[in-house]
């Protein structure tokens, strides 16, 4: 397999691949927190190649905040774009196969069908502009990568909107949540299988690939399996997202097809709410 070094290693995905290494007893891998290899300090990606020369990059460092996004473009598009051109180029000299992480929100999301890799890309936000650019970036700098957009990320580790459903859950009666963004939910913990899942398969079959949860649901219909499962009584009244007004314009549609990455590389893929509950066994 060789050494592999991940980057971002200290956030959500970063934390579920250091559990899922543990767990599958995986040895030769690298995690590296932004505080020892931040990917826009071109020195010291060098001096982090030079030292490992690694088979594979995973990237998990990236800007996320989709609001702040809006005010912050020029600190989005270096994180997401010319940090993930870095990684690239480095990739490219070393002849490292790069796994970059990026999102449904390169989609418009106005048509109501699972969309597919080929599909035209058109974000409506910062976020995912800056994230489409990073692909592009990326395919411009080495043809050796993997580039899997995921959507609706959580997991037990970090900031994400299960853990924020069951904070807010406790401390109000009642919570509006919007009803009509359609999507799915991605356990970061399946998404970890998934990316050494790849590693371990030897294919080299790369490019784009869709990968999330199975299923489809709304953040209003996720929210309330959330207090389901937790047994938290709160009232969730579902919202329009005209009546919900935030910074960044969301996708009203972002299902993704995974039909590639399944046949590709025989993967099975866990129904959402499934994940949710194993998710939240551990919280």
Known sequence: MGKTVVFGA?????QCLQAVAKELKLEDIVFLPEEEADILDTATLQKVFQQYTPSFCINCAA?????KAEDE???ARKINKTGAENLARECAGFSTTLIHISTDFVFEGNVAA??????PANPINVYGLTKLEGEQAIAEQTNKYYILRTSWLYSEYGNNFVKTMLRLGTEREELKIIADQIGTPTYAMDLAKCIFHLIQNGKENYGLYHYSNEGVTSWYDFAKAIFDIANVQVKALPVRTSEYVTKAVRPAFSVMDKAKIKSTFNLEVPYWRESLVECMSKL
């Open 73 to 75: 473009v020029d600190l």
């Open 63 to 67: 800007y996320t905040a989709v609001d």
């Open 114 to 119: 699972p969309l597919v890799e080929t599909d």
């Open 10 to 14: 200290a956030g959500q995905l970063g």
